[in-house]
């Protein structure tokens, strides 16, 4: 749990690697054909696709958005948008992971290197530029969402509930 007295960035940065670690936790003890289940038909949904996604997000909002860098996506395509969404027989937990992590520790990386006030060198749809509270912020709705629907696939699978 994150300090319940922190200062603005070491709590937003604190509820963050709370719920990214919170996803992990969702995903331990269970093997690839658990993790690709879609255990809530018919939605395709499953907990390494909820991983691959989080990976596209860490990338989409801290390389492409924050810093501006010129990134493709990591499972997504245009005949296929929700290619990290789908997942195969032939993905796995430990590529899907390391991919993940990897994403994590570029988007610290970037984050460290900007101040909350600091403006995206992208801009929204609306034309406006994000600053990295915004990020953060964006970034702990969207993990704690799909953590909820961590829980739900977790529990459809083997029972296990928890935070």
């Not at 010129?70 to 590529?95: A, C, F, L």
Request: a negative charge; aromatic letters at 8%.
């Amino acid at each position: 749990m994150p300090s319940i007295t922190a200062g603005e960035r070491e709590m937003l940065e604190g509820w963050l690697e709370y719920h990214r670690a919170t996803l992990a936790v969702k995903c331990e003890g269970l093997d690839d054909t658990r993790l690709r289940t879609a255990s809530a038909p018919p939605s395709d949904l499953s907990l390494l696709g909820l991983v691959r996604h989080m990976a596209e997000v860490e990338r989409g909002w801290f390389r492409r958005t924050l810093a501006g860098e010129e990134t493709t996506r990591i499972y997504s395509t245009k005949e296929d948008p929700d290619g990290d969404i789908h997942v195969t027989e032939s993905d796995t937990w430990q590529d899907a992971y390391a991919t993940w992590q990897e994403e994590i520790e570029r988007a610290r990386a970037i984050a460290a290197a900007h101040g909350l006030d600091d403006l995206s060198a992208r801009k929204s749809r609306r034309g406006e530029r994000f600053n990295l509270r915004w990020i953060y912020t964006h970034m702990i709705e969207e993990y704690a969402r799909h953590n909820g629907h961590a829980d739900l696939l977790r529990e459809r699978i083997d029972g296990a509930t928890g935070d």
